[in-house]
């Protein structure tokens, strides 16, 4: 069946530092993936997206890429802020569009 | 800009009491996603509405919980009687068509069932 697997948390980093969050998936056919973010108390806003294999989904400084052969859609940003802690989730959509898998949560603290 | 909005936002209840949520979606979506998330854990949908059908439902306890869309706007899931591992954060979301692409999710409803 469909799935997605994020690296456990938490994460701390200091301010500007590197951030990766693997995300690797197993899914029948072409599916979409994405990744949202939750900031405390808040529902889940979409942060990028990508529909096929070799996409690169790129928001706010955050970019991921859809890589089928290693089927992977690790999160990356180069500098981040405190402003980015929150809980990163990686999803994916499965070919018809019609069911949505959730990992289960990345929580990112940024420390100045 | 328009968002999906959810009431409560907390709620405290007694096991084996009744209790309600409302979702009201971006106006014009046509899908409505009623999802459970449960403290470290993704969501994980309960329901899923076309206007006012049910697509999917197939993971909704049906035994005490139930959901409706009456009219094909406004939403409300209702649990009776609260157990306590209901306890959870319950999401509401709306996307313009079929496809999962582009949900937008309201802040939630906090449950915590004593």
């Known amino acids: 069946g469909n799935s997605v697997t994020q690296m456990e948390g938490p994460v701390t980093l200091s301010e500007e530092a590197f951030l990766t969050i693997n995300c690797t998936y197993t899914?029948?056919?072409?599916?979409?993936l994405f990744w949202y973010v939750q900031y405390p108390g808040e529902g889940l806003q979409l942060l990028l997206k990508?529909?096929?294999?070799?996409d690169k989904g790129s928001n706010k400084g955050f970019e991921a890429t859809y890589r089928k052969e290693t089927t992977s859609f690790h999160l990356e940003k180069g500098s981040v802020q405190v402003s980015d802690s929150a809980v990163y989730f990686c999803a994916l959509s499965d070919q018809t569009g019609n069911q949505f898998y959730f990992g289960t949560g990345t929580s990112l603290t940024v420390i100045p | 800009e328009a968002e999906v909005a959810q009431s409560p936002r907390y709620k405290i209840t007694e096991k084996s009491q009744a209790v309600a949520f409302w979702c009201d979606p971006i106006s014009g979506h046509a899908t409505l996603y009623w999802y459970r998330q449960i403290l470290g854990q993704g969501p994980e949908l309960l329901v899923q509405f076309q206007d006012e059908s049910v697509v999917d439902d197939s993971q909704l306890p049906k035994d005490r919980f139930s959901a409706e869309r009456l009219k094909g706007v406004d939403s409300t899931l209702k649990i009776q009687p609260a157990e306590l591992g209901d306890s959870a954060m319950y999401l509401c979301a709306s996307s313009f068509g079929e496809s999962a692409y582009e949900q937008y999710f309201g802040p939630g409803t906090r449950l915590t069932v004593t």
């Open positions: 899914a029948t056919g072409y599916p979409s």
């Open positions: 990508a529909t096929k294999a070799d």
